[in-house]
């Protein structure tokens, strides 16, 4: 019960509200620009490049300056090479080596740049989801509006500037170098999200079934956690909050939601995700899954009950993977730990 009362508890807000309002306008007004100017096909380009908006949620402005311009930055290099990947043509093993190595080399560079939220799953599926698509609008045009909607980003990261009660002082922030033993961990880091992405998109693909990167991306999120408990709890709260957003997804492909209307819908769930990102995932999972389907689908529609069901199959594959992995590393653990205890 105690386990149960722990995932289900909503932390306290910290001025969730004013990051949901960025992110919230930073995906709904680049989008809204595409439906003007009847360019919706560039969609997916823009859904990932308003990830920026994530990072460096309630730091100091000239803090969260530097945090977002490495964050953009990375992820600006993640959707070219989706992108140059899927004029490769790669089929489904492909994507899943593609992925793999994205999965570890982000890893450690969000490490390195000391990047929140740490790890890669946001890059595991900006590259695999675009890489997956076969038909893209010229390369130019793609990272034109994926580069743009990064800027804009960055530019209402610092738009609280603009008024005195929300400005910070313009400090620089220390940056010490990281230690032999630090540089080890961080690629040790690294290789383990290679191997869990690399497991999950292995089973994915050989069971055939469809968008192989969403077990992938689901396998690395038992893997963020400091302790063994909040990584089970992680892996366990993606399955349940996935399974609650799919219901809501349902009802929004079924609808028949016009474009403009589905920016709109987009928009609040950005805003959504981010008001409970920090404080109860599972509850932020809800939120996030129908985010995730509808952003992809917006330029790329399919079949919503081939899409909700792949959905649901992968995430719980993926959970397990990642579990299992983290499971592995605990007993070792404790059998090195049982090791140097005297007789």
């Known amino acids: 019960?105690?386990?149960?009362?722990?995932?289900?508890?909503?932390?306290?807000?910290?001025?969730?509200?004013?990051?949901?309002?960025?992110?919230?306008?930073?995906?709904?007004?680049?989008?809204?620009?595409?439906?003007?100017?009847?360019?919706?096909d560039l969609a997916i380009f823009v859904a990932f490049g308003a990830f920026t908006s994530i990072y460096g949620r309630n730091e100091p402005h000239r803090q969260r300056l530097g945090h977002q311009l490495r964050a953009g930055a990375l992820m600006f290099t993640v959707i070219l090479a989706?992108?140059?990947?899927?004029?490769?043509?790669?089929?489904?093993?492909?994507?899943?080596?593609?992925?793999?190595?994205?999965?570890?080399?982000?890893?450690v560079a969000t490490g390195y740049w000391r990047l929140r939220p740490a790890g890669s799953l946001f890059h595991i599926f900006a590259y695999a989801a675009i890489a997956s698509v076969p038909a893209h609008p010229p390369l130019w045009q793609g990272m034109l509006a994926a580069g743009a909607t990064i800027t804009f980003a960055i530019l209402l990261g610092m738009s609280g500037m603009l008024l005195n009660r929300y400005r910070t002082p313009w400090e620089k922030p220390l940056r010490p170098g990281f230690s032999a033993a630090q540089q080890k961990a961080l690629w040790a880091d690294g290789g383990l999200y290679a191997v869990a992405a690399a497991a999950a998109g292995s089973i994915a693909t050989m069971l055939g079934i469809g968008h192989n990167y969403w077990a992938m991306v689901a396998a690395t999120v038992p893997l963020v956690g400091a302790t063994f408990r909040h990584r089970i709890h992680r892996g366990i709260s993606r399955m349940l909050g996935t399974f609650g957003g799919l219901g809501i997804t349902a009802v929004i492909l079924f609808a028949g939601l016009a474009p403009w209307q589905l920016v709109l819908v987009i928009a609040l769930l950005q805003c959504g995700a981010e008001l409970f990102i920090a404080r109860?995932?599972?509850?932020?999972?809800v939120v996030i899954t129908p985010l995730a389907l509808l952003s992809t689908e917006l330029s790329h529609s399919s079949d919503p009950s081939m899409l909700i069901r792949d959905r649901a199959v992968e995430t719980v594959i993926g959970a397990l993977v990642g579990m299992g992995l983290v499971l592995l590393?605990?007993?070792?653990?404790?059998?090195?730990?049982?090791?140097?205890?005297?007789?």
């Open 82 to 107: 989706g992108a140059l990947s899927s004029r490769l043509g790669l089929d489904a093993w492909g994507i899943v080596i593609g992925t793999t190595a994205v999965a570890g080399l982000a890893t």
């Open 329 to 343: 590393l605990q007993l070792k653990a404790n059998l090195a730990r049982a090791d140097r205890v005297p007789a």
């Open 280 to 285: 109860n995932y599972a509850l932020a999972q």
């Open 1 to 40: 019960m105690n386990h149960l009362r722990e995932m289900f508890t909503i932390a306290p807000a910290h001025n969730d509200h004013r990051v949901g309002i960025r992110c919230g306008i930073g995906i709904g007004v680049p989008l809204a620009v595409l439906l003007a100017l009847g360019r919706i």
